[in-house]
């Protein structure tokens, strides 16, 4: 009688586990961007980018935060003026508000990330 308590015990587990290792992971919640409202200006990394709109996701903020892109909105690129639509995303910006609009983005100096270097690629001497 122990034996086939036992046995069903150890069944029951091992469907337990088997089920436990087939639900898929909980998926992640993206937080919206919020509007930007401050004078300050705010740097990390682009998100979102189209143009009317984009988003930069400061180090250790929880959302994102959005400004809006006019026609005023003065981008650069590692230092060369660049227009809105030579940004991508992952890249690092900061980007300061208009005095008179928090809201919408005056100035955006990004910085494009180094593409990763290959460790396996050798050169010939």
Known sequence: MKKLISL???MLLG???GIAQEAPA????????VTNSTAETVTGKLGY????K???KAKGAEASTAFL???????????EAKGITDLQ???IASVAPKTTDFATAAKID????AAPVDASVKTQE
């Open 8 to 10: 069903t015990l150890l």
């Open 15 to 17: 469907a337990c586990l």
């Open 26 to 33: 909980p998926a992640k919640i993206k937080k919206p961007a």
């Open 49 to 52: 980018i189209s143009g009317k």
């Open 54 to 56: 984009i988003t930069v």
């Open 69 to 79: 892109i006019d026609a005023e909105t003065k981008v650069t690129v590692n230092g």
């Open 89 to 91: 995303k992952g890249w």
């Open 110 to 113: 990004a910085t494009k990330t």
